[in-house]
């Protein structure tokens, strides 16, 4: 270790122990928003490295998603992510604690329109689907229909913000096994809820992505949810 790096990982009164009393102790926004930017350059540099170091302060971003100020729950999220980037699946366990908060911020966002917490919720929700997919199973079908909301499928909202949904989506239809994220792509379709035809189009197009990458086995499995989905569901539509 350098020892400027020494000195961030064991001074008690160092950066790391200034920034936990800016966050829990300070009434400006500003402050709080700046701990939370220099917990993130911090974490991004080291805490690959020294994971047993940075992930107890995962907690301190986390309870700043309950920030009353925009900003400071903005950059919450970014801390948040680039954690879960840098520390892998020792995140998991807390995933209940923020993945929640990151879907419900998605959704108010693609309700509300409002494009700039609609780039930092999918752009936290870009990182942590890349690093810890395999764990998102229970909250699957909340990503998948959110990430096909009719603003972002039909062109109203920011072009960055369909971009990285769009990419998004491609890398769950690519990365993560068929069985797991199959169920939660069928329930997106009822009869109750059906999507818009935009919608219903590109859940298409992942399906169709799905299907070409099954081997026989898992095809043998699974042709009976396709056939179910489309001649139940689908071409009622």
Request: glycine content about 4%; some cysteine; hydrophobic content about 50%.
């Given at each position: 270790?350098?020892?400027?790096?020494?000195?961030?990982?064991?001074?008690?009164n160092?950066?790391?122990g200034?920034?936990?009393?800016?966050?829990?102790d300070?009434t400006?926004?500003?402050s709080r928003?700046t701990a939370?930017?220099?917990?993130?350059?911090?974490?991004?540099?080291?805490?690959?490295?020294h994971s047993?170091?940075?992930t107890?302060?995962?907690?301190?971003a986390?309870?700043?998603?309950?920030?009353?100020?925009?900003n400071?729950?903005?950059?919450?999220?970014i801390?948040?992510?680039t954690f879960?980037?840098?520390?892998?699946?020792?995140s998991?366990?807390?995933?209940?604690?923020?993945?929640?908060?990151?879907l419900?911020?998605?959704?108010?966002?693609?309700n509300?329109?409002t494009n700039?917490?609609l780039?930092?919720?999918?752009?936290a929700?870009?990182?942590?689907?890349?690093?810890i997919?395999?764990?998102?199973?229970?909250?699957?079908?909340?990503?998948?229909?959110l990430l096909?909301?009719p603003?972002?499928?039909?062109?109203s909202?920011?072009?960055?913000?369909?971009?990285?949904?769009s990419?998004?989506?491609?890398?769950?239809?690519e990365?993560?096994e068929p069985?797991?994220?199959?169920?939660?792509?069928?329930s997106?379709?009822?009869?109750?809820?059906?999507?818009?035809?935009?919608?219903?189009?590109?859940?298409f197009?992942v399906?169709?992505d799905?299907?070409?990458?099954?081997?026989?086995q898992?095809?043998?499995?699974?042709?009976?949810?396709?056939?179910?989905?489309?001649?139940e569901?689908?071409f009622?539509f």
């Open positions: 270790l350098k020892p400027e790096e020494a000195d961030i990982l064991t001074n008690p160092g950066i790391l200034l920034v936990v009393k800016m966050l829990s300070s400006s926004a500003i928003q939370l930017l220099t917990l993130e350059i911090v974490a991004r540099a080291l805490a690959k490295g047993d170091k940075f107890p302060l995962l907690e301190n986390i309870q700043a998603l309950s920030d009353q100020d925009e400071v729950i903005s950059s919450a999220l801390c948040v992510a879960v980037s840098e520390i892998g699946p020792l998991v366990p807390h995933l209940p604690k923020f993945m929640p908060v990151v419900e911020r998605l959704e108010s966002a693609l509300s329109h700039e917490r780039l930092s919720s999918l752009s929700l870009m990182v942590i689907v890349r690093h997919s395999r764990f998102l199973h229970p909250y699957a079908s909340q990503i998948i229909a096909l909301h603003s972002l499928v039909e062109g909202s920011d072009g960055s913000a369909a971009s990285i949904g990419q998004i989506l491609q890398f769950l239809s990365v993560v069985r797991l994220l199959l169920d939660p792509m069928f997106v379709y009822t009869k109750q809820s059906a999507p818009t035809s935009a919608s219903l189009i590109r859940l197009d399906l169709r799905i299907a070409a990458r099954m081997k026989p898992a095809v043998a499995a699974h042709y009976k949810h396709f056939l179910n989905f489309f001649l569901g689908a009622d």
